[in-house]
Each structure stands twice: as structure tokens, then as C-alpha cells.
């Protein structure tokens, strides 16, 4: 079945430092892929999503890009924030032959990322 | 405009005993559904639903039932809750539709079984 692996955590980051989190995925066909962005206490916030190969999305200096030669879709941002401290997932949703899919999301475990001042 | 809403927020739970968790979101979706969060653990799939009447299995089913009677609601029911089921449920709402589906998750109800 469907998969998300994402590199284990928790990362911890000094303000202005570098994010790269990765995630790699096990799919049939070509899944649309999503960061999901879930802050202390509250529910998951979609962050960005990629529908088709080599699809950049972008939000909140955030970026990942859809590489279907190497399953993958890493988070990346080049200066993060206290304010970014947050639990990161990566998902995917399958897309059926009909080009439907009834939006069932499959999450990796989830990356802890603490960003210190 | 709400989104998703749930309730209750918390509740502690003796083992064999039975309890509804609520949602209801307001963006007039056709689509919902239930997860579950352990631990430093992702989120798991229920149940969902496409639509009034219709729900389907998601992968851990058992344990709970649903039941959609109106577009607004779906309610998740636990029956002989076990510590097994300690854990924080969301619930989420998307839009049909080809391509991507953003879900619009609730806050979550932080559920402990003793």
C-alpha cells in the first residue's frame, strides 16, 4: 500500500539556520503530495501541496518540490523563525485512474522542528 | 464562517465505557473524515465520508462507528472504549472535485481511556 517516510526528528535549528526535512513516499501512479503544518495544541494546517511531477509548491518561505524520479518532496526554507516551532507532515493522497480520489490522506510520522533564538 | 468544529475538546473515559465525539463544519463539503493521533506517531484514517449516508472504512476501523445523516455532521462513535483508543482525534472536511483536496482540519479531542 501507500507509504510516507520522513526523516526522524526531533530538529532543532537556531533562528536564520536552514530547514531541509525529508520525505520520500511509496505510491501508485501520481499521488498529489502535501506538508501539513500542526502547532502546539492545535489541529494540522495545510502548508503547501504539489499535484504533478517537478510542481513546486511555496507558502510562508517554505518550498518542496514534486520529484517523481526520486519519490520524494523535502520542505525546505532558507531562514526559519521561532515562530516556525511546529510539528511538520508529509502526505499524500492516491489519484485513481479516474483522476479522482476520495482525498484519503496517508501522513508520515511527523517531524518535530524547534527553531531557538 | 467556524470551519471545523469539535467537541469535546478533552475527556477521560473508563474502559468499557461508550461516548460520541462530535464535528460539524460549516464550508458545506461533501467529504469528511476521522483520524486518529498517537504519540510521535502520524495521523491514521478511520472512517470518512463522501457524502449524507454514505462512509467507508479507513484503516483502523475497529472499535468505532459513524453515521452521516446530514452534510454538516459526522459523529464518531466509541463503543467499550479500551486504552487501546487513548489518543487525539481530528476530524477533517475537503471539497470534491479532480486534482488535490485540501482538508480543513478541527482542533481535536484529546481522548484518555483508563
Known amino acids: 500500500g501507500d507509504s510516507v517516510t520522513q526523516m526522524e526528528g526531533p530538529v532543532t535549528l537556531s533562528e536564520e539556520a536552514f530547514l531541509t526535512i525529508n520525505c520520500t513516499y511509496t505510491?501508485?501512479?501520481?499521488?498529489?503530495l502535501f506538508w501539513y503544518v500542526q502547532y502546539p495544541g492545535e489541529g494540522l494546517q495545510l502548508l503547501l501541496k504539489?499535484?504533478?511531477?517537478?510542481d513546486k509548491g511555496s507558502n510562508k518561505g517554505f518550498e518542496a518540490t514534486y520529484r517523481k524520479e526520486t519519490t520524494s518532496f523535502h520542505l525546505e526554507k532558507g531562514s526559519v523563525q521561532v515562530s516556525d516551532s511546529a510539528v511538520y507532515f508529509c502526505a499524500l493522497t492516491p489519484r485513481n485512474a479516474g483522476g479522482t480520489s476520495y482525498g484519503k490522506l496517508t501522513f508520515g510520522q511527523g517531524t518535530i522542528l524547534t527553531v531557538h533564538p | 464562517n467556524a470551519g471545523v468544529t469539535q467537541t469535546p475538546k478533552f475527556r477521560i473515559l473508563k474502559i468499557g465505557q461508550s461516548m460520541t465525539l462530535q464535528c460539524t463544519q460549516d464550508?458545506?463539503?461533501?467529504?469528511m473524515y476521522w483520524y486518529r493521533q498517537d504519540p510521535g506517531m502520524g495521523l491514521k484514517l478511520i472512517y470518512y465520508?463522501?457524502?449524507?449516508?454514505?462512509?467507508d472504512k479507513g484503516e483502523v476501523p475497529n472499535g468505532y462507528n459513524v453515521s452521516r445523516s446530514t452534510t454538516e455532521d459526522f459523529p464518531l462513535r466509541l463503543e467499550l472504549a479500551a486504552p487501546s483508543q487513548t489518543s487525539v482525534y481530528f476530524c477533517?472536511?475537503?471539497?470534491?472535485?479532480?486534482?488535490?483536496?485540501?482538508?480543513?482540519f478541527g482542533p481535536g479531542t484529546r481522548l484518555t481511556v483508563t
Open positions: 505510491a501508485t501512479g501520481y499521488p498529489s
Open positions: 465520508s463522501v457524502g449524507a449516508g454514505i462512509t
Open positions: 504539489a499535484t504533478k511531477a517537478d
Open positions: 477533517a472536511s475537503s471539497s470534491t472535485g479532480k486534482g488535490a483536496y485540501e482538508q480543513y
Open positions: 464550508m458545506n463539503h461533501n467529504y
